[in-house]
């Protein structure tokens, strides 16, 4: 159930969802809302009062995160800029040329990204449009990574999935469905490849455990040695992961 809470003023979108494997009320502060998952038998009183003791860590928490949100670098989109995808530092390339339709070229040998823009596009929708283009080639190139990725790494697992999606979610970077079926969130092509790796491991895992039992993380530290680390740096970065 989505609504939203008035804390000193200030309106928060609040999600409650009720969890059957959930055995306590737990909190997340997401960056675009605040989630309550409860145990089925809770009451909606228990919820209420859970909440309203909670108030003034919930709104401590949710005015830090909006502050770091405002503080995100916006992409300028300038001829030179750098972007990172898989962990590389990739340099656009933009130019303006005679052809009435956008294109991009992806330079692997040279680390670039060539965007070539119809000559005269106003200076207003440039961005956009740089945006846009690029939006569509990082989708196709992280469905492809993510694809084979999926494959090489459930056959190591010895687990199989039944399908693969690509996602686009502003808090969550992946799941697993009982029926077998995995989510991806694009955006997770701009991390490094360790964090792609460790998020592709975690949701094959849930094939063997639904939940995050120390079973399930066993399975995790199996294939991925690492992954209190990966799950740190999306915890720090993942608001910039985005274009």
């Keep these: 159930m989505a609504t939203s809470l008035n804390i000193q003023g200030t309106v928060i979108p609040y999600e409650e969802r009720k969890n059957s494997r959930s055995k306590r009320l737990s909190l997340r502060i ?6 309550v998952t409860a145990p089925c038998k809770a009451t909606k009183r228990e919820i209420r009062e859970f909440v309203e003791a909670n108030q003034d860590w919930i709104l401590a928490h949710w005015v830090k995160i909006q502050e770091e949100l ?26 303006k040329t005679n052809q009435k339709t956008m294109r991009l070229r992806y330079l692997k040998e040279e680390k670039k990204i060539e965007i070539r823009l119809p000559e005269g596009i106003a200076l207003e ?39 693969f999606r690509l996602k686009e979610q502003k808090t969550r970077w992946g799941s697993c469905s009982s ?23 975690h949701e094959l895992a849930h094939l063997k455990h639904m939940n995050h039992s120390p079973s399930f993380w066993d399975v995790v530290g199996q294939y991925c040695s690492d992954y209190d680390v990966c799950r740190h740096w999306l915890k720090v970065n993942g608001d910039r992961l985005t274009l």
């Design 70 to 95: 405002l503080n995100i670098p916006k992409r300028q989109y300038q001829d030179g800029e750098a972007l990172s995808v898989l962990g590389q530092s990739l340099e656009l390339k933009i130019m």
């Design 179 to 201: 029926k077998g079926n995995i989510n991806l969130n694009w955006r997770v092509i701009l991390a490094p490849e360790q964090v792609i790796d460790y998020l592709i491991i």
């Design 30 to 35: 997401g960056r675009d809302k605040v989630r």
């Design 125 to 163: 929708n440039q961005n956009e449009a740089t945006r846009e283009i690029l939006g569509q080639w990082l989708k196709r190139k992280a469905r492809e990574v993510f694809q084979t990725k999926l494959d090489q790494v459930s056959a190591q697992m010895g687990v199989s999935y039944k399908a």
